[in-house]
Structures are given as structure tokens and as C-alpha cells.
């Protein structure tokens, strides 16, 4: 197994996309032997893989299980399709395609990359969440979750000065903010309970609303599905 054999395989029956937020390439077969062959070879390389079956289902013109293994970290998407690049023939266009898209959109800082030393003297310090994300470029979401792995809490709401919690929630605050946390309202279209402020409809169904108005914005696929579940 080398890369020139990759390319080889990848131009036949691989897939340089974006799914969802991310980039993503993939590789399906109906006979899993040549992928385990090759997966073992790109995670020499130091790349992460993924792997899943897709059952069988002949009511979609599916009768035999489908294996995919595919890569979806930024990082490793990068590394790969700039491997490739020199030995693809006919997916040459869709793989430099992929590599702007990524370049577009640099990756954030992965989570093992992060000194938490950093994090807990910035917090002791007093500062906020959003400001030490904002000070280590990271996402915020990503600072909560180093945040619940190394055992420290943020403050939440009062006033914020200069990146630091100046004042805390007074009582009144405090209950307002809990009475609004509650999950008080109803969506639209189905019986689910949800957030005060959080819009008309629950996740689930604001993404069916999205794609039945807006049928152009949305890949065919896409709106085959959401078809489907309306019409139930
Ligand atoms: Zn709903």
C-alpha cells in the first residue's frame, strides 16, 4: 500500500465533501478487506480514521450493508489531501476544492493543545469564560468543556468589567434568571416543552420549518428526507 495506490482508489471510489460544519473524505465499499487494508495504512500515518456500516435495507434499493471509512477532523483532512494531491487524476478539482475550504476556515486549537495552567491562573484571576476563550483562541464551548475536565466553574451573568466579574447577580437577578431557565413554552408544532427565549419551535422541528422554506438553499437529498417526515 502506498499513496499512489490511494489515489488510485480515492479517484474511483472515494469522496471529498463538506458535511455539515466540517470537510470530510470518505471512502464506501460493500466489501469492508480493502478498507481495513487501508486504514491501517493512513493511521500510520498519524491520521485519525472513522468507521461504519450502513445496514442493509432493500426498501431504499440498499440489499447489502455499505461500509464507510472516513476522516473528518480539519487537521487531518488537511494533511491528507495535501498527500494526495499530486497522484489524483479525476477527483484532482474536488480535492483542491476541499483544501480551500479548509484553508478558508482555520481549525481551533484542539483540546490537548490547551495549557489548563494558563486557564486556572486567568480564572483565579477573576476573569470570565468568554474573555479567557477570546484571550486563548478558542471557542467557548471548548473552554466549558476543558473547564468541567479540570474541575473549575465559571461565574455566570452580573456585571463584567474590563473581562472580569466586577459584581455578581443581586436575589432579584438571580430568581429572574432561574424563572427564565425554566422550560415554560410549547412548540409550535409538536408538544415538546422548551426554553422562554429560544424562538418558536424546538430544535428538531425549526430544522424541518428551515427546509421547507427554504428549498433552494438545501441539497435535493435534504429535502427528500424532510419531505418524507412531513408527510407521516
Ligand atoms: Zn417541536
Redesign the pocket.
Known amino acids: 500500500m502506498n499513496l499512489n495506490y490511494l489515489a488510485g482508489f480515492t479517484d474511483g471510489e472515494g469522496c471529498f465533501c463538506v458535511c455539515g460544519r466540517g470537510p470530510r473524505i470518505d471512502w464506501g465499499q460493500n466489501d469492508p478487506e480493502v478498507l481495513k487494508e487501508i486504514r491501517i495504512f493512513i493511521e500510520s500515518l498519524g491520521i485519525h480514521t472513522n468507521w461504519s456500516v450502513v445496514k442493509a435495507n432493500p426498501k431504499k434499493r440498499r440489499p447489502n450493508p455499505i461500509t464507510h471509512l472516513w476522516i473528518a477532523r480539519k487537521r487531518d483532512c488537511k494533511m491528507l489531501c495535501e498527500l494526495l494531491l499530486p497522484y489524483l487524476i479525476t477527483k484532482k478539482a474536488d480535492c483542491a476544492k476541499l483544501l480551500g475550504w479548509i484553508k478558508d476556515r482555520p481549525y481551533l486549537k484542539n483540546l490537548n493543545h490547551i495549557p489548563s495552567e494558563q486557564i486556572i491562573t486567568l480564572w483565579e484571576q477573576g476573569y470570565t469564560g468568554t474573555y479567557i476563550a477570546k484571550e486563548l483562541k478558542i471557542s467557548r464551548s471548548k473552554l466549558s468543556t476543558l473547564s468541567k475536565k479540570i474541575g473549575i466553574v465559571f461565574q455566570s451573568g452580573g456585571k463584567i468589567k474590563n473581562g472580569k466579574h466586577a459584581k455578581g447577580l443581586s436575589r432579584d437577578e438571580l430568581r429572574e434568571r432561574k424563572r427564565n431557565k425554566e422550560k415554560s413554552k410549547k412548540?409550535?408544532?409538536?408538544?415538546?416543552l422548551?426554553w422562554k427565549y429560544s424562538g418558536v419551535?424546538?430544535?428538531?422541528?425549526?430544522t424541518k420549518y428551515r427546509h421547507q422554506i427554504k428549498p433552494g438553499s438545501f441539497k435535493v437529498s435534504n429535502i427528500k428526507s424532510v419531505r418524507g417526515a412531513t408527510d407521516q
Open positions: 412548540c409550535l408544532d409538536c408538544p415538546k422548551i419551535r424546538c430544535n428538531s422541528c425549526a
